[in-house]
């Protein structure tokens, strides 16, 4: 899925920058839609955290559920809404390439350990993330969810697709255009900035805004998406960062069940 007239530069490879936009390697003038299209793209979801998790059900909680289901649909159709009909570049299809997966799954296996490990060994005994019980059983109910069977399918979505989607989201589209725009180093800083930002608000939801894990584990996000984006700068695919990321997404969802499970039963 990469914009054809431009695919060399998403993919990671130097090339020749549209005359809009400036690459490390010509000093071109970066026109204003682009600047302001990457920017909504890094600030949107942020809001849109927001609005679900700290606004909608304080002032209106009935409109929560809709909200988000349109705002996750504004976000994810954005970058195609913008490569086709404003920059009218085509799509083609993904490198067949297995650059990069093993190396992604390596260190999503290696986290997935740490994570297991940290909750059964600290975390759990500690009684340190036992909070975010109830705001998880309450957004579960949100999307549906009363039984096991629905939480395996939920995470399975999220673990699958949903991780898919962010990794086309920030490492495709933003991180693909911030490197064309500024050096690619400093490109995975700031769409990995952009991509903990939201988390921030997620995880003070679930886990309170005075505790040490919304910040520690908000830190931990950004420097995924670091690695990610780095990943994908050398691999030229998102093949590896999916496959990480997954794995990630699937260790949350399994330490979530263990949190919540009491309501299953």
Request: charged share 10%; no cysteine; hydrophobic share 55%.
């Amino acid at each position: 899925m990469i914009p054809g007239k431009n695919r060399s530069a998403l993919e990671g490879r130097p090339t020749k920058a549209p005359r809009t936009l400036m690459n490390p390697h010509m000093k071109s003038r970066v026109s204003r839609a682009d600047g302001a299209a990457v920017l909504f793209a890094m600030v949107f979801p942020t809001l849109l955290t927001w609005v679900y998790f700290v606004l909608l059900p304080r002032w209106a909680p009935g409109l929560a559920q809709p909200a988000y289901t349109v705002g996750k649909a504004i976000q994810f159709l954005f970058p195609l809404a913008w490569v086709l009909a404003v920059r009218r570049q085509r799509l083609a299809p993904p490198p067949r390439t297995t650059a990069g997966v093993a190396e992604g799954f390596a260190f999503g296996t290696v986290i997935f350990a740490a994570a297991v490990g940290l909750y059964w060994v600290w975390l759990r005994p500690a009684g340190v993330i036992q909070g975010a019980a109830a705001e998880i059983e309450t957004k579960l109910h949100g999307f549906g969810v009363h039984g096991a069977a629905a939480y395996v399918a939920l995470g399975a979505f999220y673990s699958i697709v949903h991780s898919f989607l962010e990794e086309y989201f920030w490492r495709w589209f933003v991180f693909g255009q911030l490197r064309t725009i500024i050096p690619w180093g400093m490109a995975v800083a700031v769409s990995s900035a952009a991509f903990m930002a939201h988390h921030v608000i997620l995880l003070g939801t679930y886990f309170g805004w005075n505790s040490p894990a919304t910040y520690v584990f908000s830190l931990a996000v950004a420097v995924g998406g670091a690695y990610w984006a780095w990943l994908y700068q050398r691999s030229r695919s998102l093949y590896g960062p999916w496959v990480s990321h997954l794995l990630i997404d699937a260790v949350i969802f399994a330490v979530g069940y263990d949190l919540v499970r009491t309501m299953f039963a």
